[in-house]
C-alpha cells in the first residue's frame, strides 16, 4: 500500500510539473493558446480527484474481504490481485492525462491545438469551398492571419477574416480589423462565442468581391490587400447550423 | 480568472452529482457506510474523468457533442460505476446494477433540467 501510494504520488507530481511546464510555453507567445494551459492545470486537478476515488474504492475493497469468511491465504490473494488491480487503474489513468497533454502539445498549430481553422484553410487553398468544424472563441481571444502562415503555407496577405450575416448580435461582440495588411479578429464578448468558418479560397485576388461573393459579408481589408498574384482565402465566421 | 471559474464550475457539477446519486442510494435502500463510501468513490473516478473529456473536446472539436453523444458517454459511466460496485459487492450484483442505472439516469435527468444545455 504505501509502495503504491508512493508510485501514485510520484506519478502525480511528474504530471503536475509537466503540465505546469507546458502551460507556461505554450500560454507564453500566444494568447490563443491560453485555454491549453488551463486544460493541462484542470486536468491535474482532476486526476488527483480521480486518484482519490480510486483510493476510496481500494480502501473499500479491503475492508470488504476482511470482512468476508475467506481463509488468511485467500484473503491475501485478493488483496495481491486488487494491488494489482488498482496500479493498473492508476496507471491507465495518469497515462491518459500525460499522453492527451502530449498529444495537444505535439499536434500544431498553435505550438499544440489542433486549430479547425488551419486544416480547412490547408484543405481549400489555393482554390475551394468549404466549410470548418465547430470552434470556441474565448473572452478577450484574437486569431491572426499570422497565425496560419507557418502552418498552412500561406501568405498574411493571402489570409482574411469576413463576418457572415448569421452571426446578428454576435457580430458585434467580434472586431474585425485589418493593421498593417494582416487582418485578425477579437472577441470583445464576456462568454464564450461557439462558431464555425465558411472558407473561400481563389487562385487570384482578380475581382474579389465578385469571384468570392463576399457581397453578403463583412470582409474589412480584403478588396485592398488581398495579393494579386497569391491566393485569396476568406475565412468567413459564422453561426454553426444547430 | 478562467480557470478559478472552471474549476468551481466542475467542483458543483461533481458536488451536486455525489449528491444526488447519494440521494437516489438512500431511496433503494443503500445506506450503509460501505455503500455511501463506494458511490461518493466511483463518482470521483468518474464523474472528473467525463468532464475532462468534454471540455477536452470543448478546446479540440474532436466530435460533435449533442444530446445523443453525451447519452452515450453516459451509458459509459453507468457501466463503468455498475464494474465498480459489482466486484464491491460480489453478492448484490443485480442491485448494483439497478443502483447504478437508477442513479445516473436521475443525475442525468436533473443535469438537463438544471443546466438545459442547447445541443
Known amino acids: 500500500m504505501i509502495q503504491m501510494n508512493k508510485s501514485i504520488l510520484l506519478g502525480l507530481f511528474l504530471v503536475f510539473l509537466s503540465t505546469f511546464a507546458f502551460a507556461d510555453v505554450i500560454s507564453s507567445p500566444l494568447d490563443f493558446a491560453m485555454p491549453i494551459g488551463i486544460l493541462a492545470i484542470m486536468g491535474t486537478i482532476l486526476l488527483a480527484i480521480i486518484s482519490a476515488g480510486i483510493g476510496i474504492i481500494y480502501y473499500l475493497y479491503i475492508r470488504l474481504i476482511k470482512r468476508t469468511n475467506l481463509t488468511k491465504e485467500q484473503k491475501e490473494k485478493y488483496k495481491k490481485s486488487s494491488k494489482k488491480i488498482i496500479k493498473i487503474i492508476a496507471i491507465v489513468f495518469i497515462g491518459f492525462f500525460v499522453l492527451t497533454f502530449l498529444w495537444i502539445i505535439l499536434t500544431p498549430p498553435h505550438g499544440g491545438r489542433p486549430n479547425p481553422i488551419a486544416s480547412g484553410l490547408k484543405s481549400t487553398a489555393p482554390s475551394g469551398i468549404g466549410t470548418t468544424q465547430e470552434f470556441l472563441m474565448n473572452p478577450s481571444d484574437e486569431i491572426s492571419a499570422e497565425d496560419f502562415q507557418n502552418n498552412t503555407g500561406l501568405d498574411v496577405n493571402s489570409i482574411f477574416f469576413c463576418k457572415s450575416n448569421n452571426l446578428g448580435s454576435t457580430g458585434e461582440m467580434l472586431i474585425i480589423s485589418s493593421a498593417n495588411n494582416i487582418s485578425s479578429v477579437k472577441s470583445i464578448a464576456t462568454t464564450k462565442i461557439k462558431l464555425n468558418a465558411k472558407i473561400i479560397c481563389k487562385q487570384t485576388n482578380l475581382d474579389t468581391n465578385h469571384t468570392l461573393g463576399l457581397a453578403n459579408f463583412s470582409c474589412p481589408g480584403i478588396i485592398e490587400y488581398c495579393g494579386d498574384t497569391q491566393p485569396c482565402c476568406a475565412i468567413v465566421l459564422q453561426k454553426p447550423n444547430n | ?119
Request: charged residues 10%; proline residues 2%.
Open chain 2, 1 to 119: 480568472m478562467e480557470l478559478i471559474n472552471l474549476v468551481l464550475a466542475l467542483a458543483l457539477a461533481l458536488v451536486l452529482t455525489i449528491i444526488i446519486e447519494l440521494g437516489v442510494a438512500f431511496l433503494l435502500n443503500h445506506k450503509s457506510k460501505e455503500k455511501i463510501l463506494a458511490v461518493v468513490g466511483v463518482n470521483l473516478i468518474t464523474n472528473p474523468a467525463l468532464n475532462f473529456l468534454i471540455q477536452l473536446n470543448s478546446q479540440l472539436s474532436m466530435i460533435q457533442l449533442n444530446f445523443y453523444s453525451i447519452l452515450v458517454l453516459e451509458i459509459m459511466v453507468t457501466v463503468i460505476e455498475f464494474l465498480i460496485l459489482a466486484v464491491l459487492f460480489k453478492k448484490e450484483r443485480k442491485q448494483m446494477l439497478l443502483l447504478a442505472v437508477a442513479m445516473n439516469i436521475t443525475s442525468f435527468v436533473i443535469g438537463l433540467i438544471l443546466f438545459q444545455p442547447r445541443f
